[in-house]
């Protein structure tokens, strides 16, 4: 692939992005004593490049600071904000992002604070009692608009608003940020199917295929694969990628569509950048240092990436 200097220019900007949300990552695990690092691992490429390269979102004046849990949503609290406004305010010709999976919040908070719109000291506040910043985002959560509740209903919701979007003529287009282990729920299908039928081609999924969860690897849980063959039989375009590479992520997003529906398969490496980990497998999940050796193994890498 040739690249201008301006297209090195945002490659380097990327994987600086990628480098930070790994690093800030691993520093909130450490500080409380354990968390989700493999989310970070194999996702750090993807966040940054859709915020750096692949994303039209509006321009935020400064970094925002979190606020306070805001209460939930009702008549008694009219002026309750969602974390939407971390990506620029809603108008029709900017697009919108959903964030499924919501055990990766602290990897989208990193990648808030990495592109300047999030303060740093914002990431202090990562699951602390009261805060906004929470260990499992929720609709008031930096960068996030809504409750993806279980796992699988985040795309459900994209589609609804990828559909009002087009009915009322809003150039904006709706990125969705999922894991491959959503795609063993029946409700994702259903959203697939639909989203192709309507003719959704203003939709965009990029999806961490790290091939683990929570019970291990997810050909042992429920295989999903091969997932790009079964996209396309619900009639969704489908293309696999690098999850590493800056560039084939950010030029999956320009692939012809043909009034159907986006995905982007990013294969990716639960342990990228954090090689310890790679003696926990199959179970990469959430990571609870064993004791304080293990502990002090992970401090020695986080001093590396500094």
């Known amino acids: 692939m040739f690249m201008t200097a301006s297209s090195h220019s945002w490659l380097e900007k ?19 004593q354990g968390g989700y690092l ?33 209460g939930v949503p009702g008549p008694a609290n009219p002026g309750r904000l969602t974390g939407q406004r971390f990506n620029g305010r809603g108008d029709a010709e900017h697009d ?9 919040a602290l990897v989208l908070y990193a990648a808030l604070v990495e592109v300047d719109r999030m303060v ?8 602390v009692d009261g805060s906004s910043v929470e260990m499992i985002g929720a609709d008031h959560s930096p960068g996030l608009e809504l409750m993806s509740g279980s796992l699988g209903q985040g795309l459900s919701q994209a589609a609804g608003i990828a559909l009002g979007r087009r009915r009322h003529g809003e150039a904006g287009r709706v990125w969705v940020f999922m894991s491959d282990g959503e ?11 639909t989203a192709s039928h309507m003719g959704l081609d203003n939709l965009g ?11 291990g690897c997810t050909r042992d849980v429920m295989n999903v ?31 012809p569509r043909r009034g159907r529906p986006l995905f ?25 240092f064993r004791d304080e050796g293990e502990r002090q193994q992970y401090a020695a890498l986080l001093e590396r990436m500094r």
């Not at 795609?183 to 199917?193: D, I």
């Not at 999924?205 to 019970?215: L, S």
């Open 14 to 32: 990327v994987q600086c992005v990628a480098s930070g949300i790994r690093r800030r990552v691993l520093e909130r695990v450490l500080a409380n």
């Open 38 to 70: 493999s989310q970070a691992c194999s996702s750090a490429e993807i966040f940054a490049t859709l915020y750096v390269r692949v994303m039209n979102l509006a321009a935020v004046d400064a970094p925002l600071v979190p606020g306070p849990f805001p």
């Open 96 to 104: 919108r992002f959903i964030m499924s999976p919501s055990q990766y």
């Open 120 to 127: 740093p000291e914002g990431l202090a506040q990562f699951n």
């Open 183 to 193: 795609f063993q729920s029946g409700q994702t299908w259903e959203t697939v199917q």
């Open 205 to 215: 999924v990029y999806v961490d295929v790290n091939g683990h969860q929570c019970d």
């Open 225 to 255: 694969e091969p997932l790009d063959a079964r996209l396309k039989a619900f009639g969704a375009t489908a293309f696999r990628v690098d999850g590493h590479d800056p560039g084939k992520l950010a030029a999956a997003a320009r692939r």
């Open 264 to 288: 982007v398969l990013c294969q990716t490496d639960t342990c990228r950048g954090a090689e310890p980990l790679r003696a926990r497998a199959p179970k990469f999940h959430y990571l609870r």
